[in-house]
């Protein structure tokens, strides 16, 4: 049977997997990508309404936009992914961070999964008349960079930014979709 990859809202069906995939994550040591994942998710039903305000730009902290999370989910039973968007970009986001983060579970990587879920997530992103995304990644993240320039990304600047620590690169995707 082939796979099938969908990108839908967080639902408390997926509680499970998608606790699963935050304790991978964990358990590897590296920072939470999508900044959501850090949610705290224990009251599940807080944990969704939350991510709905979010979307809603409900409750947002001061100089925060309206953001949205998704679910990748592979055979309608587990969360392979989560992306969030951006619904506009601040200053702050156009320096670092842009319209779209996401991250694969450690253990389902190089699948072929991240370029699936920037490409599903470009196709939200157009339902949020986004018509040019601006995607940031760090310049040692190979794997985040190929996933940009495989989904169209053309680097725009990278800069050495002091408070990360690191160089990071801009790149723009014109959105193929449209809403
Ligand atoms: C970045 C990330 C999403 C990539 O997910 P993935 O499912 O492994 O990516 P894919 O399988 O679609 O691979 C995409 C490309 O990256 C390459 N790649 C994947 N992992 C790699 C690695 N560790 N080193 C070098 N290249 C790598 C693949 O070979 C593929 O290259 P290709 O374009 O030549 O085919 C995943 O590593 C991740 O979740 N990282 C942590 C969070 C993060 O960094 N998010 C991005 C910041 S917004």
């Known amino acids: 049977m082939p796979t099938v990859l969908a990108l839908m809202p967080p639902s408390a069906s997926l509680r499970d997997s998608y606790r699963s995939l935050i304790a991978e994550c964990v358990a590897s040591g ?5 900044f959501t994942l850090a949610f705290e998710n224990a009251d599940f039903d807080a944990f969704l309404a939350r991510l709905s305000d979010c979307a809603a730009g409900i409750g947002v ?3 925060f936009v309206a ?7 592979r055979d309608q039973t587990e969360v392979v992914g989560v992306s969030n968007i951006r619904h506009a970009l601040t200053p702050s986001l156009r320096r670092e961070g842009g319209h779209i983060g996401y991250g694969i579970r450690p253990s ?5 999964l991240g370029i699936a879920i920037l490409q599903h997530s470009l196709q ?4 949020l008349g986004l018509s040019r995304v ?9 794997a ?12 725009e600047s990278e800069e050495y930014l002091a408070d990360r620590g690191e160089v990071v690169q801009r790149y723009w995707i014109t959105n193929g979709y449209t809403d």
């Open 30 to 34: 590296e920072a939470l990508v999508p």
């Open 61 to 63: 902290p001061d100089g």
């Open 67 to 73: 953001h949205s999370t998704f679910w990748l989910v």
């Open 108 to 112: 389902s990587r190089r699948q072929g």
């Open 124 to 127: 939200r992103a157009a339902g």
């Open 134 to 142: 601006l995607i940031t990644c760090g310049k040692s993240n190979i």
């Open 144 to 155: 985040s960079a190929s996933v940009i320039v495989r989904n169209g990304g053309v680097l």
